[in-house]
């Protein structure tokens, strides 16, 4: 996993072969115009969804504890504060049920072992190792998620 400011997000690039393209249409586009849904720059290769929606509690979101195979999800925060919980996928005993290939997520069982705070213009990177919670807090969010096919 990676968190960083939004400003430096061309320093990582380099550790995907898509990454350049993806951050380019990041730079690109303009949140504030941005309707919720999903946007697709290069297919199904690297496609976003923008999220406009109410945090939740961290039960609910760590009820969907999960992680990816086909997709790296570069997400983003435009406004609100996002509480996330982490925990690397090799820590994880406890899958639920079977990886769906359609949706693309493996849900676990397991509680994150870390927990950070993802503020407005900060942005976090996570690989298929990275199981994550994400949408933790009270009030609205305004973000991204970006998926680059790994």
């Known amino acids: 996993m990676i968190l960083d400011s939004i400003d430096r997000l061309h320093a990582y690039a380099s550790l995907h072969p898509r990454f350049t393209k993806a951050m380019e249409c990041i730079a690109a586009a303009n949140y504030h115009e941005l309707q919720p849904g999903e946007i697709k720059w290069e297919g199904d290769d690297i496609r976003a969804i923008v999220i406009h929606d109410e945090l939740m509690n961290e039960k609910d979101s760590t009820d969907y504890f999960e992680c990816h195979n086909t997709y790296i999800d570069i997400q983003i925060v435009y406004e609100g ?19 769906s290939s359609d949706k693309d997520v493996l849900f676990y069982e397991d509680a994150p072992t870390l927990f950070f705070d993802l503020k407005p213009r900060h942005f976090t990177i996570y690989f298929p190792d990275d199981v994550h919670a994400p949408m933790i807090g009270v009030g609205p969010i305004k973000k991204m998620v970006v998926k680059v096919r790994v």
């Open 81 to 99: 504060i996002e509480r996330v919980g982490w925990k690397s996928r090799a820590n994880c005993l406890l899958p639920r049920g079977e990886y």
